[in-house]
C-alpha cells in the first residue's frame, strides 16, 4: 500500500501548522492549554490504500451504557468522522483515501477530530490525557 501523497501532505501540514509529530502519531494543542492526539491506521479496502483517523477520547469502563447510547445520538450530527470503540477506548474516526488527499481537507479533519475528542475527553472525564 502507498502512504505517499498522505505522508507528503501530512509531513507540509505538520511543519505549517507546528504539530508534533511521531510516526504515525500528530499532537495538537488546543485551546485553553489542552492537548490532543490524532493517529493514523493504513489500511486497505476493496484494493484502496485508506487511512483511518483516530483521536483517542477515554476508556469506556468509565462510562455508563446510558451516556455511550447517548453517543452514539451525537454521531447523527457530527460533520467528519463518527464515534466509534476501538478496544476499550471510545475513539472518534474518520478514513481518507491515501492517495487522493489535499492538504485543506486533510487539516480541517484533523482539526475536527482533535477539537471533537478532546470537547468529548472534558466533559466526560476531566482530564487531558491523550
Known sequence: MSQSVF???????????????????VELE?????HQGVEFEPFEFEDEALV?????IGPTEHIDPLHLNTALRLN???PYGALALRGD???????VIADDVEADE?????RFLAE???HFERTLFGTDEV
Open 106 to 110: 486533510i487539516e480541517a479533519v484533523i
Open 89 to 95: 477506548q471510545l475513539v472518534l474516526i474518520d478514513s
Open 52 to 56: 483511518r483517523l483516530v483521536s483517542p
Open 30 to 34: 488546543i485551546e485553553g492549554g489542552r
Open 76 to 78: 447523527y450530527g457530527l
Open 7 to 25: 505522508d507528503s501532505v501530512l509531513e507540509s501540514l505538520c511543519a505549517e501548522q507546528g504539530w508534533a509529530r511521531e510516526r504515525n502519531r
Open 116 to 118: 471533537t475528542a478532546d
